[in-house]
């Protein structure tokens, strides 16, 4: 099994990971609300002002990341993002399971599109059927 410890050495599936969160936010439009007084690209932002982000404009401006519609993961060499627990749970799922996808359907025929809400979530289900492969 994959332990927290083994982490450090999966760079790849941290890179990956950092990756796909970016192109495929969980929420696309973020609240936050002003904890003090500031200026942000020269404009004010009062203490108690509630802002909305969108964050998939944000994960897709081509001033901040080179070809952003592009799934480039090694974007991510050496970033310090933590997400912990995504990391060990998506480790212990390619670990531990041999996935496939059903009635002989091809990565390329895979619907990515995302339904838009308050979260994103896919339009239609991703099927994929695993056969863990460790040894009991």
Same mark, same amino acid.
Request: glycine share 6%; with cysteine; proline share 6%.
């Given at each position: 099994?994959?332990?927290? #410890?083994?982490?450090?050495?999966?760079?790849?599936?941290?890179?990956?990971?950092?990756?796909?969160?970016?192109?495929?936010?969980?929420?696309?439009?973020?609240?936050?609300?002003?904890?003090?007084?500031?200026? =942000?690209? @020269?404009?004010?932002?009062?203490?108690?002002?509630?802002?909305?982000?969108?964050?998939?404009? =944000?994960?897709?401006?081509?001033?901040?990341?080179?070809?952003?519609?592009?799934?480039? #993961?090694?974007?991510?060499?050496? #970033?310090?993002? @933590?997400?912990?627990?995504?990391?060990?749970?998506?480790?212990?799922?390619?670990?531990?399971?041999?996935?496939?996808?059903?009635? @002989?359907? /091809?990565?390329?025929?895979?619907?990515?599109?995302? /339904?838009?809400?308050?979260?994103?979530?896919?339009?239609?289900?991703?099927?994929?059927?695993?056969?863990?492969?460790?040894?009991?």
């Amino acid at each position: 099994m994959v332990e927290e #410890s083994d982490l450090e050495k999966l760079k790849y599936l941290d890179m990956v990971l950092k990756e796909g969160l970016r192109l495929h936010s969980i929420v696309p439009i973020m609240h936050h609300e002003a904890m003090e007084d500031c200026v =942000v690209d @020269g404009f004010h932002i009062q203490k108690g002002s509630r802002i909305m982000i969108n964050c998939y404009a =944000v994960q897709r401006d081509p001033n901040v990341w080179p070809e952003p519609e592009k799934f480039f #993961s090694e974007r991510f060499v050496g #970033s310090s993002l @933590g997400i912990t627990i995504v990391h060990l749970v998506v480790a212990q799922l390619v670990h531990c399971f041999d996935w496939e996808l059903p009635n @002989g359907m /091809q990565p390329l025929d895979l619907d990515i599109d995302e /339904q838009f809400g308050m979260v994103a979530c896919k339009e239609k289900p991703l099927m994929a059927i695993p056969t863990y492969r460790l040894k009991k």
